[in-house]
């Protein structure tokens, strides 16, 4: 496609506008620079959040995809505007935790840094009515949001993804604690990854200093939250060695 019309708008969310074009199998995803926290109670706009985010979900879809994972991404239109493939979201959000933090240290009382021994997977119900609640496989089967095979598919794929990032950020002197993934299927039936991936959905840290450097600056109020956003998409696209 060379030239990319934008339509409708189909769906506005916390951080991003879907727009319809003229190939039924190719969406706009505009990301904003609003931001929320602690389930919308929170709102704010963080400078240039939506550019930032952009920009680096697409340079890590990239690298994903040259790894083998198959995720939405096409290409960037502006700064803002990511082509997409369309997806039909499955309703789970994966989030992969490699270090105690955020709700993971209070329910399990670990304090926030420590190491986890081994990768921990965890499934929570994408609904923002609910504060989008922790859930198991069994919940998943009861409430019929996908098969048991789906959910293989998205662990494996959650799992390969941290596999693949923990490496990427590692070069980039961040660390990633934790994240989350969003998943949808395409029209053969297929699973691949969709949404974003940035500081709104990693928490991601500076290795030397343990500075936070993603949206906790935001929900903590710790300040310097532009600057922090503008630091990762430095490291990500290769500006800091």
């Not at 769906?11 to 620079?33: H, N, S």
């Not at 952009?54 to 994972?69: C, H, P």
């Amino acid at each position: 496609m060379d030239t990319v019309k934008i339509g409708d708008r189909l769906y506005e969310g916390k951080a991003k506008i879907l727009y319809a074009t003229q190939d039924p199998d190719l969406y706009v995803m505009k990301f904003k620079d609003s931001a929320t926290a602690f389930d919308g109670k929170k709102k704010g706009i963080i400078e240039d959040k939506g550019a930032c985010n952009a920009r680096i979900s697409a340079k890590l879809f990239e690298v994903l995809a040259d790894e083998g994972v198959a995720n939405h991404y096409v290409k960037l239109l502006s700064p803002t505007d990511m082509l997409v493939r369309r997806l039909t979201i499955i309703p789970i959000e994966v989030v992969v935790r490699n270090i105690a933090a955020g709700s993971i240290s209070k329910r399990l009382g670990l304090e926030e840094g420590t190491p986890l021994k081994v990768p921990v997977v965890e499934l929570y119900l994408k609904s923002d009515a609910l504060g989008d609640p922790l859930i198991n496989e069994y919940h998943v089967r009861a409430l019929n949001l996908a098969t048991d095979e789906e959910v293989g598919v998205l662990t494996n794929m959650a799992l390969r993804s941290n596999e693949i990032l923990s490496g990427f950020f590692a070069d980039k002197r961040l660390i990633l604690v934790d994240f989350k993934l969003e998943f949808g299927k395409r029209p053969d039936g297929s699973v691949i990854l969709g949404d974003e991936i940035s500081p709104d959905t990693c928490r991601l840290w500076d290795r030397d200093s343990k500075e936070k450097l993603d949206k906790d600056r935001f929900r903590r109020d710790l300040g310097s939250v532009e600057e922090a956003y503008r630091e990762v998409l430095s490291r990500v696209i290769g500006e800091v060695d």
